[in-house]
T-cell receptor, first 111, second 114 residues
Framework: RKEVEQDPGPFNVPEGATVAFNCTYS??????FFWYRQDCRKEPKLLMS???SGNEDGRFTAQLNRASQYISLLIRDSKLSDSATYLC????????????FGGGTRVLVKP | SQTIHQWPATLVQPVGSPLSLECTVE??????LYWYRQAAGRGLQLLFY??????ISSEVPQNLSASRPQDRQFILSSKKLLLSDSGFYLC?????????????FGPGTRLTVL
């Protein structure tokens, strides 16, 4: 089993719609969780950290379910500029300063 | 604010040639530093990480090496490149004091070995 698993997609999303996707992680001791965004041929950029209580940043909402070991990302009112690959990232407990990246979920927002 | 630089942006090298990629961070002290490789259509693979000058940990056996000669400088090297070394090389930093360990990436070097 991979340490971090994601549906590779692509998720084809009409502009203005809502899209949500999950990732699962295998290390129950992990303490830090993130979503990164990666545009084609560019570096990953931190989208948001995911906290136990869940958190929201504008149109983006992240949730953490420790019992089932999954993280979700929801994008509301999708924009064309949201088209990207979204990487689910989990720290490698107990060596917390190293991260494991999922393979990414590709999202394509279309007019 | 902190910034991270990598160069060169692109590189085409023949098999068997040496490699040196450089990464520098500005605006922070004693960062944790990381080298990743992303092969075409694949996920990020951690190659090396460093918690201080001269302290390098290798994640996977390979013909690459890393050095940290200064606090905010991280270098990735190879004596002889292989075709399989082609990929997108990313340097990242994180605050050593951060409990959550967010990492921030440089713009990357796209290496093609022919």
């Amino acid at each position: 089993r991979k340490e971090v698993e994601q549906d590779p997609g692509p998720f084809n999303v009409p502009e203005g719609a809502t899209v949500a996707f999950n990732c699962t992680y295998s290390n129950s001791a992990s303490q830090s969780f993130f979503w990164y965004r990666q545009d084609c041929r560019k570096e990953p950029k931190l989208l948001m950290s995911v906290y136990s209580s869940g958190n929201e940043d504008g149109r983006f909402t992240a949730q953490l379910n420790r019992a089932s070991q999954y993280i979700s990302l929801l994008i509301r009112d999708s924009k064309l500029s949201d088209s990207a690959t979204y990487l689910c990232v989990v720290n490698r407990a107990p060596a917390g300063n190293k991260l494991t990246f999922g393979g990414g979920t590709r999202v394509l927002v279309k007019p | 604010s902190q910034t991270i630089h990598q160069w060169p942006a692109t590189l085409v090298q023949p098999v068997g040639s040496p490699l040196s990629l450089e990464c520098t961070v500005e605006g922070t002290s004693n960062p944790n530093l990381y080298w990743y490789r992303q092969a075409a259509g694949r996920g990020l693979q951690l190659l090396f990480y460093s918690v201080g000058i001269g302290q390098i940990s290798s994640e996977v056996p390979q013909n690459l090496s890393a050095s940290r000669p200064q606090d905010r400088q991280f270098i990735l090297s190879s004596k002889k490149l292989l075709l399989s070394d082609s990929g997108f090389y990313l340097c990242a930093w994180s605050l050593a004091t951060s409990s959550y360990n967010e990492q921030f990436f440089g713009p990357g070097t796209r290496l093609t070995v022919l």
